[in-house]
């Protein structure tokens, strides 16, 4: 991370760094992940994100982690 500090896109005062977050995504919801249990996350994936949250107008900001911007250059490349 370049930084603990961003400025807020909504007020423009200085947003600061929380924690890092890991989201997941895919693996299967709803009612069928309670039938198959532990079996309904297979294909789900970890997304780190930087969260920031700004002390004035409490905004809060999710910003890509270098791991994750590297996968997206590289998915970028890949397209072109």
Known sequence: MSGKIRKCSYCGQ????????????????GGIKLLIGEWGELGEEMIPMYVFVCPYCAKIELFATEELRQQAIQAANTRT
């Open 14 to 29: 200085d947003a600061q760094y929380v924690f890092t977050a890991r989201f997941r995504s895919g693996g299967t919801s």
